[in-house]
């Protein structure tokens, strides 16, 4: 991994602001693996996808998490902590392998491709009704489908048939829904919540941008240094300077 600089990441941040969440996960990626590209990494699953970004994550800011959720039984709010060694379930693989798989059911043979970042995209942007996006997600994965041998229109696969291949793709990569189970210590409740590593991370550096132009106004203003000879400080020397022109 090639870890984004101050700079780079600003950079990165700065230029996707108006981007789809999924466009800005990809472009985070692009930054930590340029060598790979965003062409592969909208092809790779979205656990091989997410896997990595929970590997920039720990270099960029560390392997501990916080979240808050409220508690469907109570309204409590909770905070909660772990680690991102808690969380994971399969390791980052650069660059992502793209495989197909087969799947036999209820005498269908069904050649697929795990969902994509790129299928994702195309399935959001087809329709706003979730069941609708979700059929979309599987039909654009089906690499073939067979009935006795014979070629077989996407729309006449049994639904049930399309639940297994959806449970199929689910196994084959277990990164892609990463579940917390937690437990509300005022009423005892006890559920499991998605925990969205893209949704976190980009987050985590909206906080941190926001923080770091703070800074880089304070020292352009008392020391009339420009923005790239700034974030070019390591964060130590940044810190020490701020403190003195604070103090």
Request: hydrophobic fraction near 45%.
């Amino acid at each position: 991994m090639n870890a984004p600089d101050a700079e780079a990441l600003l950079q990165t941040w700065d230029a996707n602001q108006g981007a789809h969440l999924i466009c800005r996960a990809l472009a985070l990626l692009d930054a930590a693996w340029p060598e790979v590209g965003v062409e592969a990494w909208s092809r790779a699953s979205i656990g091989e996808r997410d896997a990595c970004l929970l590997e920039l994550r720990e270099t960029l800011f560390g392997v501990q998490l916080e979240t808050v959720a409220d508690c469907p039984g109570c309204g409590e709010r909770l905070e909660s902590s772990f680690t991102t060694l808690g969380i994971r379930v399969q390791p980052a693989v650069v660059p992502p392998r793209q495989a197909s798989f087969h799947l036999s059911e209820q005498g269908c043979d069904i050649e697929y491709r795990l969902p994509s970042s790129g299928d994702l995209l195309a399935a959001v942007e087809s329709t706003s009704d979730i069941a609708g996006a979700s059929e979309e997600l599987l039909r654009r994965c089906v690499i073939d489908a067979r009935l006795d041998g014979a070629s077989l229109d996407l729309a006449k696969l049994p639904s049930t048939v399309m639940t297994r291949l959806a449970d199929d793709m689910r196994q084959r990569d277990p990164g892609a829904e990463v579940r917390m189970a937690l437990s509300c210590p005022i009423c005892g409740h006890a559920w499991s919540a998605t925990f969205d590593i893209v949704s976190y991370l980009w987050s985590e550096i909206e906080d941190w941008a926001q923080r770091l132009l703070a800074d880089v106004c304070v020292l352009a203003t008392a020391c009339g240094w420009s923005e790239r000879d700034i974030l070019g400080l390591s964060p130590t020397r940044r810190q020490i300077y701020l403190d003195m022109v604070q103090a």
